[in-house]
């Protein structure tokens, strides 16, 4: 029986198309760059925000309505699962991705709560088996129960860092039975209010600790998948240890993680942690740490994690730019962390939703597509930074020269002459670059 019954299957029309239940621009079979979309792209649907998100906020209770509600316990849960995989082959996406607690409920003990997982992996094991839908990545939600009020490998109560360990051996089990391609790691509570009564160096070694036992774990059970970590800077605690791409790349060196890891970067949190998402993915490409996106945006008038489906065209073309650079995302994709408004409570807003986010993405890749093509942004990179390409220039980048010799050099008093940046022609270029694709 059809849960959403009054949706058809999204198919691509193109621009002229005036269906709402239509792609106007993400054709998945269109090659970009020797690459289809749908190779590029690689969309995945997150279970949270999709089948589990109910619209509440501080103010009001949820708003959403969703056919499994009027189940509870096991059954909701058997019931999303049918909603998933419906819900995927409606809007054509290969890949959906979960926490733990996302798919199954908690029981009154670990032992419960791993069975009614094992109940639930099984028939999401089936379901996939017959409609070919993979699993991008999961993880382990150690933030929404208060056993993790001071955080899970970064707690002071030895106990809860040991259910936590417990919660990350499942989840690599889990991972394992279905396929899973990318193992996700994000320290929902992991940082601190303040440090009058807290031992950084000691929450540090032993989030590492966990880390690389999950590592461990990991190549003893015979699970490829690429370990990713998702920065966050604030919310819910003041002092996140992720906050950043960089910050978690230099936490990962400093621990001897770099090697095994890579980065799950998303563009809410790149604006909270004051970076634009192009700067994220910048600085994790560059380092040779970019490993897959969730793709949203916030809203820049709140100071906080609204999660909104990405539509601003300027960003996913800047994003896109920086995935094509990158060679692509590998085992990675983009996963849409992403939630309807809380007046957008009917089925069908789900579809219209990641419908505007699929279109904006695949304008974006288009547009990023030319960019590359054209040489647009790298002739005016490469001319810019021209000077490094002969005389004293060369020897710096050669490492030939020397304080001396650049004090030699700078004491012929030659005339400095700076030039334009030109950043208003650059960006007059990349508007009209984006709306001609």
């Known amino acids: 029986m059809s849960i959403f019954k009054n949706v058809p299957k999204i198919a691509y029309e193109g621009r002229n198309s005036d269906n709402p239940f239509a792609f106007k621009h993400y054709n998945p079979q269109e090659v970009v760059l020797g690459k289809t979309m749908e190779e590029h792209l690689r969309f995945a649907v997150a279970y949270w925000h999709t089948y589990t ?7 009001g209770v949820g708003t959403m309505v969703r056919a499994w509600d009027s189940y509870s316990g096991l059954d909701q849960a058997k019931k999303r699962v049918e909603a998933n995989f419906e819900f995927l082959d409606k809007i054509g996406v290969p890949y959906f991705c979960f926490h733990d607690r996302d798919i199954a409920p908690e029981g009154e003990t670990l032992q ?9 992996v099984a028939m999401t094991k089936e379901y996939m088996q017959s409609s070919g839908k993979k699993l991008l990545w999961n993880t382990a939600n150690m933030f929404s129960n208060p056993r993790f009020v001071h955080g899970a490998g970064t707690t002071n109560n030895a106990d809860v860092f040991a259910y936590a360990a417990a919660q990350v051996k499942k989840g690599l089990e889990v991972g394992l039975e279905l396929g899973a391609e990318n193992y996700v790691f994000w320290g929902g509570r992991e940082g601190y209010e303040t440090l009058l ?37 604030k919310e819910p605690t003041k002092h996140q240890y992720d906050f950043d791409a960089a910050t978690t790349i230099a936490f990962l060196q400093n621990y001897g993680l770099k090697e095994h890891f890579k980065l799950n970067l998303e563009a809410n949190h790149a604006t909270l942690a004051g970076h634009t998402f192009e700067h994220e993915l910048h600085v994790a490409r560059i380092n040779g740490m970019l490993g897959s996106l969730d793709a949203n945006q916030g809203d820049m ?29 590998g085992k990675g994709g983009v996963n849409f962390d992403a939630k309807v408004r809380r007046g957008s409570f009917e089925d069908e807003d789900l579809f219209y939703a990641h419908i505007a ?27 810019r ?13 050669s490492g030939k020269a020397t304080l001396a010799s650049l004090e030699q050099y700078a004491l012929q008093n030659n005339p400095i002459r700076n030039e334009s940046g030109r950043l208003e ?13």
Do not use: C
Not at 112 to 120: Q, R, S, Y
């Open 425 to 437: 022609r650059i960006r007059a270029t990349l508007n009209e670059v984006i709306f001609s694709v």
């Open 53 to 59: 998100a109910n619209g509440t906020d501080p103010f």
């Open 112 to 120: 419960e709560t791993n069975k009614n997982l094992d109940v639930i």
């Open 385 to 397: 930074y021209r000077s490094f390409n002969e005389g004293i220039g060369a020897e710096i980048v």
């Open 301 to 329: 008038l709140l100071g906080w994690d609204t999660d909104e489906f990405p539509t601003d065209l300027y960003s996913a073309t800047l994003t896109l730019y920086e995935v094509l650079k990158n060679g692509g995302l």
């Open 357 to 383: 986010g699929m279109d904006s993405y695949a304008r974006g890749l288009k547009a990023a597509a030319k960019l590359i093509e054209e040489r647009i942004l790298d002739d005016i990179i490469d001319n």
């Open 197 to 233: 009564n807290t031992n950084m160096k000691l929450e540090l070694d032993n989030l590492a600790r966990l880390l690389h036992m999950a590592v461990d774990y990991a190549k003893e059970i015979g699970f490829g998948a690429q370990f990713l970590i998702e920065p966050k800077p």
